[in-house]
C-alpha cells in the first residue's frame, strides 16, 4: 500500500529559485495538508485542501501556493525561494469526519 | 498561550518503567485527540487515537481524555528504548472537523 507518496525526498535550490513539491495519496481521501517541520516548532499548516477543488490557507501560507489537482494530488510551489524556506516538507491526507491524518515520508529541501 | 501544549521533554525513563506524555489544548470544542510518533527524521506515524472520557488502551498505550480539565495523555507500559522518539499530540479543532493542531512534541529517552 503506497498511502501518501511525496516527491522529491531531498532538494538543494538556489534563492530565488522556483520549484513544486508533489504529493499523491490512494486512500481516496478528500482532505490533503502540506506541513513545514523546523526545530522546535513542531508541525506547522501552511495550505489545505478539505475536498477536491477547495484550498484555504494554514498558519504560515505566505511565500507558498498550492494545487489541488484532482481527487489523489496536492502540489506545493515555491515561487522564489529563500533561505528561509529550509525545512522538511510533509503532506497528509485524511477521510471525512474525525479521522486521523496519515502522513507521506517528507521531502527535506534546502535552501542556499 | 499556544493551542495545544506539551513539556518538550526529554522525558528520561528507565527500561521496562511507565512513561506518561501530556498534553493540554485550549479549544473547549474539540473532539478528537490523536497521538503520533516520530522517529528521528521520519514522518509521524498514528499511534492512538481518542474521542470520549477515560482511557481506551491498546496493546502497551494507553490515552485518557479529560475534556473538562482539557487535558489528554499517552501512557507507554512496559517502555522499551525502541520507543524512545518524539510524541505529537494533535487535536481536531471543533466545529472544523478538517485540521489538526499539533504540538510541538515530547522527545521520550527510553534508558536501557
Known amino acids: 500500500n503506497a498511502g501518501v507518496t511525496q516527491t522529491p525526498k531531498f532538494q538543494v535550490l538556489k534563492t530565488g529559485q522556483s520549484m513544486t513539491l508533489q504529493c499523491a495519496q490512494d486512500?481516496?481521501?478528500?482532505?490533503m495538508y502540506w506541513y513545514r517541520q523546523d526545530p522546535g516548532m513542531g508541525l506547522r499548516l501552511i495550505y489545505y485542501?478539505?475536498?477536491?477543488?477547495?484550498?484555504d490557507k494554514g498558519e504560515v501560507p505566505n511565500g507558498y501556493n498550492v494545487s489541488r489537482l484532482n481527487k489523489r494530488e496536492f502540489s506545493l510551489r515555491l515561487e522564489s525561494a529563500a533561505p528561509s524556506q529550509t525545512s522538511v516538507y510533509f503532506c497528509?491526507?485524511?477521510?471525512?469526519?474525525?479521522?486521523?491524518?496519515?502522513f507521506g515520508d517528507g521531502t527535506r529541501l534546502s535552501i542556499l | 498561550q499556544k493551542e495545544v501544549e506539551q513539556n518538550s521533554g526529554p522525558l528520561s525513563v528507565p527500561e521496562g518503567a511507565i512513561a506518561s506524555l501530556n498534553c493540554t489544548y485550549s479549544?473547549?470544542?474539540?473532539?478528537?485527540f490523536f497521538w503520533y510518533r516520530q522517529y528521528s527524521g521520519k514522518s509521524p506515524e498514528l499511534i492512538m487515537f481518542?474521542?470520549?472520557?477515560g482511557d481506551k488502551e491498546d496493546g502497551r498505550f494507553t490515552a485518557q481524555l479529560n475534556k473538562a480539565s482539557q487535558y489528554v495523555s499517552l501512557l507507554i507500559r512496559d517502555s522499551q528504548p525502541s520507543d524512545s522518539a518524539t510524541y505529537l499530540c494533535?487535536?481536531?479543532?471543533?466545529?472544523?472537523?478538517?485540521?489538526?493542531?499539533f504540538g510541538t512534541g515530547t522527545l521520550l529517552a527510553v534508558q536501557p
Open positions: 485542501s478539505a475536498s477536491e477543488g477547495t484550498t
Open positions: 497528509a491526507s485524511k477521510d471525512q469526519g474525525h479521522q486521523p491524518q496519515h
Open positions: 481518542i474521542y470520549s472520557n
Open positions: 486512500m481516496n481521501h478528500n482532505s
Open positions: 479549544d473547549r470544542g474539540s473532539q478528537s
Open positions: 494533535a487535536v481536531l479543532k471543533g466545529g472544523a472537523t478538517n485540521k489538526l493542531i
